[in-house]
């Protein structure tokens, strides 16, 4: 079910004459999208980190482990001033509402800042998309993944 997600968010992206530029590690081009325009391939996971802080768009899509490790190690840096780009968490039919529940109650007992102050949060396709219409003229490509 959720692997069509992303492939659907970046058929659109294509449709509508966007460009996709993504990062993999070497041992999950099994997953690539056939039609990114420019990929880069990481040898670790490490490296892929280090890129994702350089890129022009993080977009979350429902994800494992390394998902929410790749999600965290932004958000971090983004809470310590050293990187500023968006981030976009795509809750498709709820899959991250837990953990917004656990951003909400990690900023209320003051341990962090709200989520909302790092990215946003959207559960349709067409929002993801006008979100990134919207500061595409800021971005050198639409998304990375």
């Not at 802080?53 to 390394?66: E, H, K, N, S």
């Not at 219409?133 to 971005?139: G, R, V």
């Given at each position: 079910?959720?692997?069509?997600?992303?492939?659907?968010?970046?058929?659109?992206?294509?449709?509508?004459?966007g460009i996709i530029k993504g990062?993999?590690?070497?041992?999950?081009?099994?997953?690539v999208h056939k039609k990114i325009q420019k990929l880069t391939i990481t040898p670790n996971i490490t490296k892929r980190k280090t890129l994702l802080l350089q890129t022009d768009c993080v977009v979350v899509f429902p994800g494992g482990i390394?998902?929410?490790?790749e999600l965290f190690h932004v958000l971090a840096a983004k809470q310590a001033g050293l990187s500023n780009i968006p981030v976009i968490i795509f809750n498709f039919k709820g899959y991250y509402t837990g953990l917004m529940q656990?951003?909400?109650?990690?900023?209320t007992n003051e341990i962090t800042k709200k989520l909302s102050k790092f990215c946003y949060l959207y559960t349709t396709t067409s929002e993801c998309l006008n979100k990134l219409?919207?500061?595409?003229?800021?971005?050198?490509?639409?998304?990375?993944?």
């Amino acid at each position: 079910m959720f692997p069509s997600v992303m492939g659907g968010i970046t058929n659109g992206i294509l449709e509508t004459g966007g460009i996709i530029k993504g990062i993999i590690f070497k041992n999950f081009m099994y997953r690539v999208h056939k039609k990114i325009q420019k990929l880069t391939i990481t040898p670790n996971i490490t490296k892929r980190k280090t890129l994702l802080l350089q890129t022009d768009c993080v977009v979350v899509f429902p994800g494992g482990i390394g998902t929410l490790d790749e999600l965290f190690h932004v958000l971090a840096a983004k809470q310590a001033g050293l990187s500023n780009i968006p981030v976009i968490i795509f809750n498709f039919k709820g899959y991250y509402t837990g953990l917004m529940q656990w951003f909400e109650k990690s900023a209320t007992n003051e341990i962090t800042k709200k989520l909302s102050k790092f990215c946003y949060l959207y559960t349709t396709t067409s929002e993801c998309l006008n979100k990134l219409k919207l500061i595409e003229k800021d971005l050198k490509v639409w998304i990375r993944h």
